[in-house]
């Protein structure tokens, strides 16, 4: 069980986190979703003991990261963003020391991590350098399994991971979980948000919207059309210029139109738009997804 | 496996891999020592002279030749006149001019007090005083072998002991060994501690139950065996090669150096718990180190010459006592009794370099 209640941090002028309060639940699978610098790595700095709060407190089953760190130290599991395993050690040596860090024997806790490790495991005489980016990750992941920690926290684990690599990654994560692991996992992939059972938006040091990612896409209230046309780059800003629209942004090979007026119509924002000289105009409605709820929660904010 | 076991294998993996570093540390203390033994050694050799003989007699002829066949000089140049000798120094042609007073000869014979004159080049100050000494020496013994001269109230007699050659590999040497091992044992933990702050993975040793002591020990102890094998090299190299006379113990001199080796490592650590990248703990390493080591320690500069306030400095710094108790025991022969005081001193040094190191590791990132 994960308390964190009120957390500031600032570097110089810049606010990092202001006023961050969540809990997660024993057990669980949760995200924290935002873009790059909403203040992810440092709330995880924080959590795990090698940053101070400015003020606010974090406890871990009881433990306060500030005062027990090193007791904490003993019961998470973490994994950087940045891939910091040694290049030029084996994977097999990597595990190997990682294993005798914290005092245990590889074979000892080899169930946890034989899912994630039986795919690099042929490869265990090479170079951990040498390895693909997936690759990589999975023998990160299993370094900060190898002690079974109550704790595992993730920072961007599927950053720059290719798109097979990042299910099989996330599938591991529901095997960890089963085995009793509670994981929190950042992540500016709003597809993987899916996967989590609960999680928070994260935008520049706030916290919103914590919750099932079922329950935040139902509480959405407000409509969302597909919009294409023929001047796809022109029409975000025109859509921004259509009354009652609370945010258009790019979605794949359309625009997405968050309306607050719970009466909009398709039919009327196609008409609109060819008013504005667009061609070819296609406008459906869609059902909200998690970016767009992501987006509409940091608009509401603002 | 316990952690710190664990951590030390690891280290040692890291050093055998990366095996062009590893060559460059066992050849560069060969270098430098080859390098400084032969070319920092200022022996008196053939050194090129020149003779300004006002007598013209058979003496003088005589102590020319003497002087000639000392093995030290090497007449190339006959002077006739005063103003030769400084244009003779400004064009490099000679280093030193013997002038022979005049009536040299009868002089002598009749115990008038013959006159010789040593005139030497300056610009080069210590070389200059060498040389006079050198001269001194055979005009000396020139005049003690004529029976008919009358000896000097006061004989100034001047031996040179434990390096009676004046030979400068004897000082070389252990200034050498000073440079090499902390250069080799700071720079080199410093750099692989601040190598993982760079690449991150201190993040995870950080957020990992290892104590900054065990990660401390963890990186010092395989230096410490390297840098072992490199104090054993240097000092078998001076011994075989430049023939540096081994008159005190072995287990002295190992003791010696460990200790030394013990406080570079703290000063490595120390450098690297400030530093936060290689880069600035390379810079700290070899203007923190290097320059003080070769210039504060005695072993190029005799510190005796230096202004008080650099004599003061040279006494904080530790390579000045591993250096004086290196020679103690390598040229003097001296026993624990005599460098106990100078061991005392580095052990300390190591212990407040130690505990700074200890305390000013950060447990955390910010």
Redesign the interface.
Known sequence: MIKVRNICKSFGAVRALNDVSFEVRENELFGLIGPDGAGKSTLFHILISLMKPDSGDVALWGLDSVRDYRAIRKIIGYMPGKFSLYEDLTVEENLQFFASVFGVRVEENYRLIEDVYRHIAPFGKRPAGKLSGGMKQKLALSCALIHKPRLLVLDEPTTGVDAVSRKEFWDNLKTVRQAGVTAIVATPYMDEAALCDRIAFINNGHIFSVDTPQNIVKRTTQRIFAVRAANMRTLPALCRSLPGVMAAYSFGDAVHLAMNRHDAEAGEIRQQLICLACEKVEVKTVAPIIEDCFIITVKNQK | ???L???I??ES??IL??WKTLVILFVIPVALVLIIGYVVSIDVKDTVIGVYDKARDSESARLTARIASSGYFKPVKVITHDAEIAPAFRSGSIRMVVVIGERFGSRMLQNEGAVVQIIADASEANTAQLLSIYCEGVIQSFAAGEDVVVKPPVEVEVRMFFNPSLNGVYMSIPGIMALVLIIITAMMTSLSITREKE???M????????TPFQIIIGKVTPYLALATINAVTVVLLGYFVFRVPMTGSWELLFLINFVYIFLSLALGILISSLAPTQMVAMFASLFGLLLPTMLLSGFIFPLENMPWWLQALSRILPPRYYVEAVKAVMIQGSTLEVVWQRLIVMVAFGLIYMAAAVKKFK????
């Not at chain 2, 993040?203 to 290892?210: G, M, V």
């Not at chain 2, 447990?363 to 910010?366: A, E, P, S």
């Open positions: 496996m316990t952690a076991k664990g951590f294998i690891k993996k890291h891999r990366d690449l991150g993975s993040e995870i040793l950080l957020a990992s139950p290892l447990i955390r990132l910010d």
